[in-house]
């Protein structure tokens, strides 16, 4: 690919310096997990609490957060002792210690 001679369509590299992405405001884990568990509690549950996973993710990536930080998040709060995951990955409870952060 050929740039033209106009510095504006030259990457940033070419310019003379990098140009560094604004850091995500869910760039640290522990805003991650803060932001996922109001968004699985304002989530209606299914039978036994269970909350689908998928119902998060995309709320969370529609408000600008990365898969990535989704991940960190939910590892985050799965080390905290906050949700318990089941097997199959596809949804996750609130443990006793997760509900009372809402109680």
């Known amino acids: 690919m050929r740039f ?3 510095t504006h369509a030259l990457p940033s590299m070419q310019r003379g310096g990098f140009t560094l992405k604004s850091q995500s405001e869910y760039g640290l884990p ?10 699985a509690n304002g ?4 039978f036994d609490g269970r909350i689908h996973v998928e119902n998060v993710n ?3 990536l529609r408000e600008g957060g990365s898969p990535d930080e989704y ?10 002792g906050m949700i318990a ?5 596809a949804f996750f ?3 006793d210690k997760g509900a ?4």
């Open 30 to 39: 522990a805003n991650a997990a803060r932001r996922l568990l109001e968004i």
């Open 43 to 46: 989530i209606e549950t299914e």
């Open 93 to 95: 409870r609130f443990t």
């Open 85 to 89: 995951m089941h097997d199959s990955g």
């Open 100 to 103: 009372q952060r809402f109680a």
């Open 58 to 60: 995309s709320a969370f």
């Open 4 to 6: 033209p001679n106009n």
């Open 71 to 80: 991940r960190a998040g939910i590892e985050q709060l799965t080390a905290d």
